[in-house]
């Protein structure tokens, strides 16, 4: 059954660090470029940042840029989204979704947040940044 879960969420105070972990089961990571995406209350889903299938490749919405650090673990099947200078702005709940790496070579002209080119999606895990 395949499967992404993600762990790591919850309250902190802005300026604040969390680390986010994806972890996926049931499929081999190593076919897959990874993503983070977040969808605050009453806005649409966005993407935060993406990671190729061995890491080469990433990408970052530029609200994130140069705070947030996506990585993976291929090994451990685990995908990682390190969040510091955390802002009120970044309260979401955080998904992490699995896209085949074929896809973006037969696509190539898909943005990387877009949300269809992703196959597999995690339940979420909840980031609230608040004093």
């Known amino acids: 059954q395949l499967q992404l879960v993600e762990s790591g969420g919850g309250l902190v105070q802005p300026g604040g660090s969390l680390r986010l972990s994806c972890a996926a089961s049931g499929f081999t990571l190593d076919y897959y470029a990874m993503g983070w995406f977040r969808q605050a209350p009453g806005k649409e889903r966005e993407g935060v940042s993406r990671?190729?299938?061995?890491?080469?490749?990433?990408n970052y919405a530029d609200s994130v840029k140069g705070r947030f650090t996506i990585s993976r673990d291929n090994a451990r099947a685990t995908v990682y989204l390190q969040m510091n200078s955390l802002k009120p702005e970044d309260t979401a709940v955080y998904y992490c979704a699995a896209s085949p790496s074929a896809y973006w070579n037969l696509h190539t002209g898909t943005h990387w947040d877009t949300p269809s080119a992703y196959d597999y999606w995690g339940q979420g895990t909840q980031v609230t940044v608040s004093s």
């Open positions: 990671i190729s299938s061995r890491g080469g490749i990433t």
